[in-house]
């Protein structure tokens, strides 16, 4: 992805499905280990997805697919 604020983005994409599926955390994984910092603005970002997902309104999920 490697663009700014990458992480932000993801997380705003999970917010907008209300799931987090691998597919989005291995993403935001990987930004993590490739950068090897974290700015303020997703270090907010993933804050803020960890309160939405403890307050049970964002779900982890195995995946996105369709059944």
Known sequence: MR????????????LDIKKLTPEIE????????QLGY????DYEAL???MSEMDA???KLVPSLGYS
């Open 3 to 14: 663009t700014k604020y990458a992480i932000r983005k993801l997380v705003e994409k999970a």
């Open 26 to 33: 291995n993403e935001i994984n990987s930004e993590l280990t």
């Open 38 to 41: 974290i700015s303020d603005v």
């Open 47 to 49: 804050e803020l997805l």
């Open 56 to 58: 049970g309104r964002i």
